[in-house]
C-alpha cells in the first residue's frame, strides 16, 4: 500500500478525478490501490500474475511527441503506481453505473448474458471499453484479440462474445451460411413470423411439420439487440485537459528516416524533473535523459529496468525477489523511439510490443514481401504472445532481457542476427544476438552497468526466407513449450543453402543456435534429403535429458524436428514459387503436404441456440420460461456487485497470511517466528495452541485446522500470520522458518496401489454374471486409461472476513462458500461455541464449481481462530498460488477395464476398477467415488457388471468436489472402451455407440429403472442437426488429402443422475417475508455463484405469488435465516430450493386467501395491506424434501436419484499431427432440461460446463514434482480455456416437449450434466489421432490419457519424427514432473 513511502508527489488521475499521492510505496500496484486507498472494488484480483484480465483497467497517455491521447488496455495488478505519473486511468466505475447509465459495453455484456458469477465481468468490459476509444467499430477479429488477456470460468465466451459483435460493422448475420439459404438472419425471419425452427431445413421433420399437439415455437433469440443503446463516443468522459496540455517530453518518436530528427522533434518539449519515491524496501527513480539514466546503472550496477514490470512484477510476487533499486526509462527519448534505417526497423528497448506490431504491420503491408520476412515471423509470434493488456506495457527491450529461454522473440533475434546497441557511462557499442549473447539461465553478455538502448530488426533479402513457430499448451496468452525463428539464404537463383540458422527457445536453460546442424546444411541442396539429415542431426543436437525442468522431453524433442520440417515445407513451396516452375521442387511437395505450412487461422464465429418458447397466453409477468437476464448482471458489469473482498474493510481489521508446509510428508520439528516479529506491522504468529476448541475438523474428522506435529501434502496450513495490512503480514509469513524431518511421500496413483494406501471405504456395484459374459463374448478387451485432475479456478478466490461480536462468543463470517453450514459448524468446532453463536453470511461467490463445497473450511476456521484470539475483524483472501495449492480439485482418476463384447459391438460384459486420488483426507472422496461408480454405464446398458472404487490416501491436498463429482470420470471410461470396441470391431464409433444405448423402462446397472429417457430422441436430433453423416463423410475425404493435418468428430451421450447421493442432503429451506408496501424479501437455502440460482428462484417466487419479479428481492444467504442448509451443489439447487420457496409462497396466498375473496379485484398490496390489519402473519417459511431416495450398495437396490438429466453433443476438430496443435471447428448438443425455467441461464449453464469439461479433457494438467510439490499455481503455468478455445462453431439446443414431473415447473437440473459433453471433443481428437496413425500403418486401439493436451496428441500420432527421438526408459530417471 501506498504509506510509509517518501520522494516526489505522485500526480494522476483516476475516472477524471485528480489523485496527488505524497507517500508512494513503489511495491504498490495500481490494484492495490484502486481497491484500497480508494475504495473503486469493481477492479477485481483474479490471480495477480497478468494472466486473468480480471484487473484490466484502461490507461490514457498524451503522446507530446505524436501529438495525441493513447488509450490501452492494462492489467491493474502487475502496474506500479508509481508508473502513473501523468497518467489517466479509467475503472469499470468511470465508465456508467446502474443508478444513472450504462455504458454500452456494460449494457451489452449483461443483456446478452455474458455475466454469470461476474467476478471477470469488469474487466472484460474494460478490454471492450479500450477497444472502442481506439475503434468506435471494430472488426470480429480486434474483438477476438482484445480479450485474448481476458479469462472468465463460467460463460464459456460465447454470449460474451454474441453480446459484443453487435459493436462490430460487419455483425448482423452469425457467418454460418454466409447469408446463403440458411443463414441465421432468415431463420430469425422464419422462427419470428412462421415458428419454424429453421434448422432443419423445411424438410420432412421440420418443426412445422410435427403434428399439432406437439407443434411449439422454437425461438432463437436469448437477448434483442434492438434494445441496446447505440454507442456515442461523443459521450466518453474527457482526457483530464491537465494533463493535454502537458509540454513534457513523452511520447514516442516514430522517425521514418533520420536520427537527428529525434532531437530536433525532442527538444522543443522540456523533460520531467526526475522522479524519486522511496518505500519500506525499494527505491524507484524515474530519470530523464540517458546521461542521468547510465549515470544511475553506473552508481546500481544492481538496479533493475523496468518498462512494463510484467517480468520484474511477477519475480517479486511469485518468487520472492526484491530489488531495492528500480530505474524507469520511460522518459528517456533514445529509449522510445521507432526508426526506420538502411538495414531495417530500430526500436528504442523500451517501445510496448504493441507498438511494435503496429509498426511491423505496417512495414509488411508498405514494403516488398521478400523483406519483410523477419518482421513477419516476429508478428507470428506476437500474434500468440500474451494477451493484449500485456504486449500494451511489455517492452521489447525487456523480453530480451529477461533472457528466458522460453522468450518467444528471442529466438527470432537470434536467426535473424538482430542487432542490439547497449549504452553504459563508457558510451554506446553494437552487438549481434547470437549463441554468445545469453551467458545462461535468464543473464546475457551485458556488463552490470550496462542498458539496452536499442534494438535494430532486419530486413530479409531476396533469396533469404524465415519462419517463426511457437507451441504451448493453449494457444492464447501462454508460454512457449518450444518456439523457434528459422531462416536460410541460398546461393543466387538456386536452392543451394548459402546460409542457415536454426535458434530455439525451450530446448535448453538458454535461446540456443543448432551450430552443428547449420554447418552441415552450408552448401546442401533444399531437398528431402537435406529434410531427413537435418532432422537425424536436430535429434541428436537438440537431445534433453529425460530428467529435463519443465518435462515433456520427448515432445520438446519431437517439436523441433516437427518445426523443422514445416519449415522445410514452408520454404520449398516459396522456392518452388519464386523459381516460376525452372526446377523440379513442386514434385516434392505433395498436395496432402501442403496444408502443414498452413498457419494457424480463425475461423468465423458462428452459432445458434434454440429453445421452446413460452406457450401463447402465458402473462407477460411471468417470466417462467423466458430468457429473463440475470439480475446482477448489472451490477456486476458495471463493478458494483459486492463480492467478499469488496467488503470495506473495519477500522481495527488485520490480515492473515497462511503459513504452509514446503514439504508432501513431514514431521515438524521446529517454527521459528524470531524473524516475523520484526517485521513492520506484525500482530501475532496463530497456530494449534491458540485453539479454543477443537483441532480437528474435516467431513469425515481426519483433518486438524492447524497441522499439529506432522505435515501430509505441501500447503498444509501450519499457522498463520496476523498483521496490520496484507502486504506485512505477506512479508512477516515468508520470515517464518520451519525445520522438518523428511518422511517418504506418496504422490500418484499408481505409488498408492503399491504401497496399499487406501481409504477404508472400498464400493462395489455388480449386476448380472461377469464371467458368464465373457465366455459369451466374441472379444475380450483390456486397457486402462488415466483422467488427469482440475483446478476449479473460479476467479474469485477462497475469502473469509470474521468480525468477533464481543459478547457469548459470537461471531459473523462473510465467506465465499456454497456450503454455509459446514462452515458454521467447524468454525463452531473450532472455537467451542454452540452453532448459535455463528452467523456466516454469503452475497455471493465469483464462482463455486464445487471448489466451495468444503474446502472453504480450511480458511474460515483459521480466520476464526484469529479473530477470536486478536478480538480483531480478521481476513484473508488467498493468493491464487496459495489457492491453488491448499484447496485440492477434481480427483485423478485411474480406470482399468475388461469389456466382453460381439462382433457388432454391442456389450456383454464389463468388469472395471476405478481409483482415485483422494489426497490427504477422505473429504468428499467417497461420494465423489460412489457417483463414478453409479455412472460408469454412461448411457448404456451393460448386462453384466463387475466394478470397484478406491480412494488412495496421498500425500497431496485433499481433492474435493468439482462439478460432475466423479460423473465425468465414471462417464469417460465408459466411452473409452466403448471407443476401443468400435475400433476393434472396425465399426464407426457412432454405430456402437447407438447400439448400445439405453432404451425407455430399462434398468441400470444400480437397478434404477429410467423413466422418460430422451437420450434416444437427443441422440436423433443431435445426427440429424449436426449433419452428421455428411460431414463424416467430408472429413474422410480431407483425410485422404490432408497428411499432417487430421479431422476428427465424435458424437456422445450423457446421462447424469440428479440428487445428492447422501439422501438427506436433498432438503432445503426457505423464508419468505412480505412488508406492507408489498415486497417481498426472500432468502432460500441456496447460494449464488453465478449459475443464476437466485434469479430463478424468484422467478419461482414470482409466478407463484403472481407478482412481477420487481417486487422480490434476495439480499444474500445466511444461517441466520435459513438453518441447516445443503450444500449448493449436485445439481439439485434449483429444484429443492425451488419447491421450498414454492411451499413457502404457498403458506403466504393461503393466508391471502380470504382478502382475495374479499375483495377480487383489488393489488396485491390491497391483499397484503389488509392481511397486515387483520394481524395476518406475512412472514413464512417453505421446506422441501425429495421423495424416496435411498440406494443400498450391499443390495444393489433402492433408488439413488430421483431422475436424469440426458444430452448428445457432436464435435468436430482437427488436428496438427506435427504439432499436436488442435482446433475445436464444431460442437452441436441437444439437452433435455426439462421445461426450462430460465433458456437464458440453462443455455448458460450448458455452455460454461461444456468449456469447462473441454479444459478438463484438452487442456488443464497439474503437474507435480515426485516429491509432491504442484508446480501448476497459477494461469501461467496452469491453462484453462480462453476466448479462443471454444468451438468456432457452437449450437445448442434445448430439447423441445420434454417436461419432468419431478421438479419445480417440469423444469430439469443443469449445472453438471452437460459438462461431460465434452468429451466429444476427446473422443473427436482420438478420432483424428486414429487416422494419422494410420497413415503409419498402426490400426489397434491405441492408449490416449486425458487430457488431450498438444504432448499426448503429438506424441500418439507416431511417424518418422517421433521415431527419431524414442523414449527414455521408464525407471532410468526422474522425471522433472509426474501426474497425481
Ligand atoms: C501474463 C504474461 C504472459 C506472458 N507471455 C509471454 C509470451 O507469450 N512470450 C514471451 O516471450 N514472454 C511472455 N511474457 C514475459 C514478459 O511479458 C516479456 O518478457 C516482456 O517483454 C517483458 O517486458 P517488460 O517491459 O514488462 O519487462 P520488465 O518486467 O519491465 O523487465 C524485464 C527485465 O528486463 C530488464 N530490462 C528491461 N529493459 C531493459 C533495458 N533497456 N536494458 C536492460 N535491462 C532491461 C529488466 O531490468 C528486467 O530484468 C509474459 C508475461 C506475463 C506476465
Ligand atoms: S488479476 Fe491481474 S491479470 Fe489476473
Ligand atoms: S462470469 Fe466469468 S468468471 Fe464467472
Same mark, same amino acid.
Given at each position: 500500500?501506498?504509506?510509509?513511502?517518501? !520522494?516526489?508527489?505522485?500526480?494522476?488521475?483516476?475516472? !477524471?478525478?485528480?489523485?496527488?499521492?505524497?507517500? =508512494? %510505496?513503489?511495491? #504498490?500496484?495500481?490494484?492495490?490501490?484502486?481497491?484500497?486507498?480508494?475504495?473503486?472494488?469493481?477492479?477485481?484480483?483474479?490471480? &495477480?500474475? $497478468?494472466?486473468?484480465?480480471?484487473?484490466?483497467?484502461?490507461?490514457?497517455?498524451?503522446?507530446?511527441?505524436?501529438?495525441?491521447?493513447? *488509450?490501452?488496455?492494462?492489467?491493474?495488478?502487475?502496474?506500479?503506481?508509481?508508473?502513473?505519473?501523468?497518467?489517466?486511468?479509467?475503472?469499470?466505475?468511470?465508465?456508467?453505473?446502474?443508478?444513472?447509465?450504462?455504458?454500452?459495453?456494460?449494457?451489452?455484456?449483461?443483456?446478452?448474458? &455474458?455475466?454469470?458469477?461476474?467476478?471477470?465481468?469488469?474487466?472484460?468490459?474494460?478490454?471492450?471499453?479500450?477497444?472502442?476509444?481506439?475503434?468506435?467499430?471494430?472488426?470480429?477479429?480486434?474483438?477476438?484479440?482484445?480479450?485474448?488477456?481476458?479469462?472468465?470460468?463460467?460463460? &464459456?465466451?460465447?454470449?460474451?462474445?454474441?453480446?459484443?459483435?453487435?459493436?462490430?460493422?460487419?455483425?448482423?448475420?452469425?457467418?454460418?451460411?454466409?447469408?446463403?439459404?440458411?443463414?441465421?438472419?432468415?431463420?430469425?425471419?422464419?422462427?419470428?413470423?412462421?415458428?419454424?425452427?429453421?434448422?432443419?431445413?423445411?424438410?420432412?421433420?421440420?418443426?412445422?411439420?410435427?403434428?399439432?399437439?406437439?407443434?411449439? #415455437?422454437?425461438?432463437?433469440?436469448?437477448?434483442?439487440?434492438?434494445?441496446?443503446?447505440?454507442?456515442?463516443?461523443?459521450?466518453?468522459?474527457?482526457?483530464?485537459?491537465?494533463?493535454?496540455?502537458?509540454?513534457?517530453?513523452?511520447?514516442?518518436?516514430?522517425?521514418?528516416?533520420?536520427?537527428?530528427?529525434?532531437?530536433?522533434?525532442?527538444?522543443?518539449?522540456?523533460?520531467?524533473?526526475?522522479?524519486?519515491?522511496?518505500?519500506?524496501?525499494?527505491?524507484?527513480?524515474?530519470?530523464?535523459?540517458?546521461?542521468?539514466?547510465?549515470?544511475?546503472? /553506473?552508481? *546500481?550496477?544492481?538496479?533493475?529496468?523496468?518498462?512494463?514490470?510484467?517480468?520484474?512484477?511477477?519475480?517479486?510476487?511469485?518468487?520472492?525477489?526484491?530489488?531495492? =533499486?528500480?530505474?524507469?526509462?520511460?522518459?528517456?527519448?533514445?529509449?522510445?523511439?521507432?526508426? *526506420?534505417? %538502411?538495414? &531495417?526497423?530500430?526500436?528504442?528497448?523500451?517501445?510496448?510490443?504493441?507498438?511494435?506490431?503496429?509498426?511491423?504491420?505496417?512495414?509488411?503491408?508498405?514494403?516488398?514481401?521478400?523483406?519483410?520476412?523477419?518482421?513477419?515471423?516476429?508478428?507470428?509470434?506476437?500474434?500468440?504472445?500474451?494477451?493484449?493488456? +500485456?504486449?500494451?506495457?511489455?517492452?521489447?527491450?525487456?523480453?530480451?532481457?529477461?533472457?528466458?529461454? +522460453?522468450?518467444?522473440?528471442?529466438?527470432?533475434?537470434?536467426?535473424?542476427?538482430?542487432?542490439?546497441?547497449?549504452?553504459?557511462?563508457?558510451?554506446?557499442? +553494437?552487438?549481434?544476438?547470437?549463441?554468445?549473447?545469453?551467458?545462461?539461465?535468464?543473464?546475457?553478455?551485458?556488463?552490470?552497468?550496462?542498458?539496452?538502448?536499442?534494438?535494430?530488426?532486419?530486413?530479409?533479402?531476396?533469396?533469404?526466407?524465415?519462419? /517463426?513457430?511457437?507451441?504451448?499448451?493453449?494457444?492464447?496468452? %501462454? +508460454?512457449?513449450?518450444?518456439?523457434?525463428?528459422?531462416?536460410?539464404?541460398?546461393?543466387? %537463383?538456386? *536452392?543451394?543453402?548459402?546460409?542457415?540458422?536454426?535458434?530455439?527457445? $525451450?530446448?535448453?536453460?538458454?535461446? =540456443?543456435?543448432?551450430?552443428?546442424?547449420?554447418?552441415?546444411?552450408?552448401?546442401?541442396?533444399?531437398?528431402?534429403?537435406?529434410?531427413?539429415?537435418?532432422?537425424?542431426?536436430?535429434?541428436?543436437?537438440?537431445?534433453?535429458?529425460?530428467?529435463?525442468? $519443465?518435462?515433456?522431453?520427448?515432445f520438446r524433442r519431437i517439436l523441433t524436428l516437427s518445426f523443422f520440417f514445416k519449415f522445410y515445407l514452408t520454404v520449398l513451396q516459396k522456392l518452388s514459387q519464386q523459381l516460376n516452375g525452372n526446377n523440379n521442387l513442386s514434385e516434392m511437395l505433395p498436395s496432402s503436404y501442403l496444408s502443414a505450412t498452413e498457419l494457424f487461422h480463425k475461423d468465423p464465429i458462428a452459432n445458434v441456440q434454440l429453445f421452446q418458447e413460452v406457450p401463447p397466453g402465458q402473462a407477460v409477468e411471468d417470466t417462467v420460461g423466458r430468457p429473463l437476464v440475470h439480475l446482477s448482471a448489472a451490477k456486476q458489469a458495471c463493478g458494483e456487485a459486492v463480492y467478499c473482498d469488496d467488503i470495506p474493510h473495519y477500522e481495527n481489521e488485520l490480515y492473515c497470511t497462511l503459513v504452509t508446509s514446503t514439504k508432501a510428508h513431514a514431521k515438524i520439528i521446529s517454527v521459528d517466528t524470531t524473524e516475523t516479529q520484526s517485521v513492520p506491522g506484525f500482530v501475532y504468529f496463530i497456530s494449534a495452541k491458540d485453539i479454543p476448541g477443537s483441532n480437528v475438523t474435516g467431513i469425515a474428522n481426519d483433518e486438524t485446522v492447524f497441522a499439529d506435529d506432522t505435515v501430509t501434502c505441501v500447503g498444509h496450513i501450519i499457522g498463520g500470520v496476523l498483521a496490520d495490512t496484507q502486504e506485512h503480514s505477506r512479508k512477516a509469513a515468508k520470515a517464518v522458518k520451519i525445520k522438518y524431518e523428511d518422511l517418504t511421500p506418496i504422490v500418484t496413483i499408481e505409488e498408492a496401489i503399491e504401497k496399499k494406501s487406501f481409504f477404508k471405504r472400498i464400493r462395489k456395484i455388480n449386476k448380472g454374471n461377469v464371467q458368464k459374459g465373457f465366455e459369451e463374448s466374441d472379444h475380450i478387451l483390456e486397457g486402462e486409461m488415466y483422467i488427469g485432475g482440475q483446478e476449479h479456478f473460479y476467479l474469485e478466490t477462497h475469502c473469509t472476513v470474521a468480525v468477533p461480536k464481543g459478547e457469548d462468543g459470537e461471531m459473523e463470517l462473510f465467506v465465499s462458500t456454497q456450503n454455509l453450514t459446514k462452515t458454521q459448524e467447524f468454525v463452531a468446532n473450532v472455537l467451542g461455541v454452540p452453532s448459535n453463536r455463528i452467523l456466516i453470511r454469503v452475497k455471493r461467490m465469483g464462482g463455486g464449481f464445487g471448489g466451495k463445497e468444503t474446502r472453504n473450511t480450511i480458511l474460515s476456521t483459521v480466520v476464526a481462530v484469529a479473530a477470536f484470539k486478536t478480538g480483531c475483524p480478521v481476513r484473508c483472501m488467498l493468493d491464487r498460488d496459495e489457492d491453488m495449492l491448499i484447496s485440492g480439485g477434481r480427483h485423478p482418476f485411474l480406470g482399468q477395464y475388461k469389456v466382453g463384447f460381439m462382433n457388432n459391438g454391442k456389450v456383454n460384459s464389463l468388469e472395471v476398477s476405478y481409483y482415485s486420488n483422494g489426497g490427504n483426507s477422505v473429504d468428499l472422496s467417497y461420494g465423489v467415488m460412489e457417483r463414478a461408480l453409479f455412472h460408469l454405464d454412461n448411457a448404456y446398458n451393460i448386462p453384466n457388471v463387475s466394478s470397484l472404487g478406491i480412494v488412495c490416501k496421498t500425500n497431496l491436498s485433499s481433492n474435493t468436489a468439482f462439478r460432475g463429482f466423479g460423473g465425468p470420470q465414471g462417464m469417460m471410461i465408459a466411452e473409452c472402451w466403448m471407443h476401443d470396441i468400435a475400433m476393434k470391431c472396425g465399426l464407426p464409433a457412432e454405430q456402437v455407440r447407438k447400439l448400445n444405448l439405453y432404451n425407455e423402462g430399462d434398468l441400470t446397472h444400480f437397478n434404477q429403472k429410467l423413466e422418460g429417457f430422451t437420450v434416444q430422441r437427443c441422440w436423433e436430433e443431435c445426427l440429424e442437426s449436426s449433419n452428421y453423416h455428411a460431414r463424416r463423410k467430408l472429413i474422410d475425404e480431407f483425410n485422404r488429402q490432408n497428411r499432417w493435418k487430421k479431422r476428427g468428430m465424435a458424437i456422445i451421450p450423457t446421462k447424469f443422475g440428479i440428487s445428492f447421493t447422501v439422501p438427506f442432503l436433498n432438503q432445503a429451506g426457505a423464508l419468505l417475508h412480505v412488508y406492507t408496501d408489498g415486497s417481498v424479501l426472500l432468502t432460500h437455502g441456496g447460494t449464488e455463484m453465478g449459475q443464476g440460482l437466485h434469479t430463478k428462484m424468484i422467478q419461482v417466487a414470482s409466478r407463484t405469488l403472481g407478482i412481477p419479479t420487481s417486487k422480490i428481492y434476495i439480499s444474500e444467504t445466511s444461517t441466520n435465516t435459513v438453518p441447516n442448509t445443503s450444500p449448493t451443489a449436485a445439481s439439485v439447487s434449483s429444484d429443492i430450493n425451488g419447491m421450498a420457496v414454492y411451499n413457502a409462497c404457498q403458506t403466504i396466498l393461503k393466508r391471502l386467501e380470504p382478502f382475495k375473496q374479499s375483495n377480487p379485484k383489488g393489488s396485491w398490496e390491497d391483499w397484503i395491506q389488509a392481511a397486515y390489519v387483520n394481524c395476518v402473519s406475512l412472514s413464512a417459511t417453505g421446506f422441501y424434501r425429495m421423495p424416496d431416495l435411498g440406494y443400498d450398495f450391499d443390495k444393489n437396490e433402492g433408488k439413488p436419484f430421483c431422475y436424469f438429466t440426458y444430452g448428445v453433443a457432436s464435435s468436430e476438430v482437427e488436428i496438427d499431427c506435427l504439432t499436436g496443435d488442435h482446433k475445436n471447428l464444431r460442437t452441436d448438443i441437444v439437452m433435455d432440461v426439462g421445461t426450462s425455467l430460465n433458456p437464458a441461464i440453462d443455455v448458460g449453464q450448458i455452455e460454461g460446463a461444456f468449456v469447462q469439461g473441454i479444459g478438463l479433457f484438452t487442456l488443464e494438467e497439474l503437474r507435480y514434482s515426485p516429491e509432491g510439490n504442484l508446480y501448476t499455481r497459477g494461469p501461467g503455468m496452469y491453462k484453462i480455456p480462453a476466448f479462443g478455445d471454444i468451438p468456432s462453431e457452437f449450437y445448442v439446443s434445448l430439447l423441445r416437449n420434454c417436461p419432468n414431473s419431478k421438479a419445480i415447473y417440469s423444469s430439469k437440473a443443469v449445472g453438471e450434466p452437460p459438462l461431460f459433453l465434452s468429451a466429444s471433443v476427446f473422443y473427436a481428437i482420438k478420432d483424428a489421432i486414429f487416422s494419422a496413425r494410420r497413415e503409419s500403418g498402426l490400426t489397434e486401439p491405441f492408449r490416449l490419457d486425458s487430457p488431450a493436451t498438444p504432448e499426448r496428441i503429438r506424441n500418439a500420432c507416431v511417424d518418422i519424427f517421433t521415431k527419431l527421438c524414442p523414449s527414455a526408459e521408464p525407471g532410468t530417471f526422474k522425471p522433472w514432473s509426474v501426474r497425481a
Open positions: 500500500m501506498a504509506s510509509g513511502g517518501t !520522494g516526489d508527489e505522485l500526480v494522476f488521475f483516476v475516472n !477524471g478525478k485528480k489523485v496527488v499521492e505524497k507517500n =508512494v %510505496d513503489p511495491e #504498490t500496484t495500481l490494484l492495490i490501490y484502486l481497491r484500497r486507498k480508494l475504495g473503486l472494488c469493481g477492479t477485481k484480483l483474479g490471480c &495477480g500474475e $497478468g494472466g486473468c484480465g480480471a484487473c484490466t483497467v484502461m490507461i490514457s497517455k498524451y503522446d507530446n511527441l505524436q501529438k495525441k491521447i493513447t *488509450h490501452y488496455s492494462a492489467n491493474a495488478c502487475l502496474f506500479p503506481i508509481c508508473a502513473l505519473h501523468h497518467v489517466a486511468v479509467t475503472t469499470v466505475e468511470g465508465i456508467g453505473n446502474t443508478k444513472t447509465r450504462l455504458h454500452p459495453a456494460q449494457e451489452r455484456i449483461a443483456k446478452s448474458h &455474458g455475466s454469470q458469477c461476474g467476478f471477470c465481468t469488469p474487466g472484460i468490459v474494460m478490454s471492450m471499453y479500450a477497444l472502442l476509444r481506439n475503434a468506435p467499430e471494430p472488426n470480429m477479429e480486434e474483438i477476438e484479440d482484445a480479450f485474448q488477456g481476458n479469462l472468465c470460468r463460467c460463460t &464459456g465466451y460465447r454470449p460474451i462474445l454474441e453480446g459484443y459483435r453487435t459493436f462490430a460493422k460487419d455483425w448482423g448475420c452469425c457467418g454460418r451460411a454466409a447469408n446463403g439459404p440458411g443463414c441465421c438472419k432468415t431463420e430469425k425471419e422464419n422462427s419470428a413470423n412462421q415458428g419454424c425452427c429453421g434448422k432443419r431445413g423445411n424438410g420432412p421433420s421440420c418443426c412445422m411439420n410435427e403434428k399439432e399437439e406437439n407443434a411449439v #415455437t422454437i425461438s432463437s433469440s436469448l437477448f434483442n439487440p434492438a434494445e441496446f443503446q447505440p454507442l456515442d463516443p461523443t459521450q466518453e468522459p474527457i482526457f483530464p485537459p491537465e494533463l493535454l496540455v502537458s509540454d513534457f517530453r513523452t511520447g514516442i518518436c516514430i522517425l521514418p528516416w533520420g536520427y537527428a530528427a529525434l532531437y530536433q522533434e525532442t527538444q522543443n518539449s522540456k523533460p520531467h524533473k526526475q522522479l524519486c519515491f522511496k518505500g519500506e524496501r525499494v527505491m524507484w527513480i524515474q530519470p530523464t535523459t540517458l546521461q542521468e539514466l547510465v549515470a544511475l546503472k /553506473a552508481q *546500481h550496477p544492481s538496479a533493475k529496468l523496468v518498462v512494463g514490470n510484467t517480468e520484474v512484477g511477477i519475480e517479486m510476487r511469485l518468487k520472492n525477489m526484491l530489488y531495492p =533499486v528500480i530505474l524507469a526509462p520511460a522518459w528517456i527519448p533514445e529509449m522510445n523511439f521507432v526508426q *526506420h534505417t %538502411d538495414k &531495417g526497423i530500430a526500436f528504442g528497448a523500451s517501445c510496448t510490443l504493441s507498438l511494435v506490431e503496429k509498426v511491423l504491420s505496417k512495414a509488411v503491408a508498405e514494403l516488398p514481401p521478400y523483406k519483410t520476412e523477419v518482421f513477419k515471423a516476429v508478428l507470428e509470434q506476437l500474434r500468440w504472445f500474451a494477451g493484449l493488456q +500485456i504486449r500494451n506495457v511489455a517492452s521489447l527491450g525487456g523480453n530480451i532481457m529477461t533472457a528466458s529461454p +522460453i522468450s518467444d522473440l528471442n529466438p527470432v533475434f537470434m536467426a535473424s542476427e538482430t542487432q542490439l546497441t547497449l549504452a553504459s557511462t563508457e558510451g554506446k557499442r +553494437i552487438v549481434t544476438v547470437d549463441e554468445k549473447f545469453f551467458t545462461g539461465y535468464r543473464k546475457t553478455m551485458l556488463k552490470p552497468e550496462e542498458i539496452l538502448l536499442s534494438i535494430e530488426i532486419p530486413y530479409s533479402r531476396k533469396g533469404e526466407y524465415f519462419s /517463426a513457430f511457437k507451441q504451448a499448451t493453449r494457444r492464447e496468452d %501462454d +508460454i512457449a513449450i518450444v518456439t523457434c525463428g528459422m531462416r536460410v539464404l541460398f546461393q543466387e %537463383d538456386s *536452392h543451394r543453402v548459402q546460409k542457415i540458422k536454426l535458434s530455439y527457445g $525451450g530446448m535448453a536453460p538458454t535461446t =540456443v543456435l543448432a551450430v552443428k546442424t547449420c554447418q552441415k546444411l552450408i552448401g546442401r541442396d533444399w531437398n528431402e534429403k537435406l529434410m531427413q539429415e537435418a532432422c537425424h542431426l536436430l535429434a541428436d543436437e537438440m537431445n534433453l535429458s529425460p530428467s529435463a525442468p $519443465g518435462g515433456m522431453v520427448d
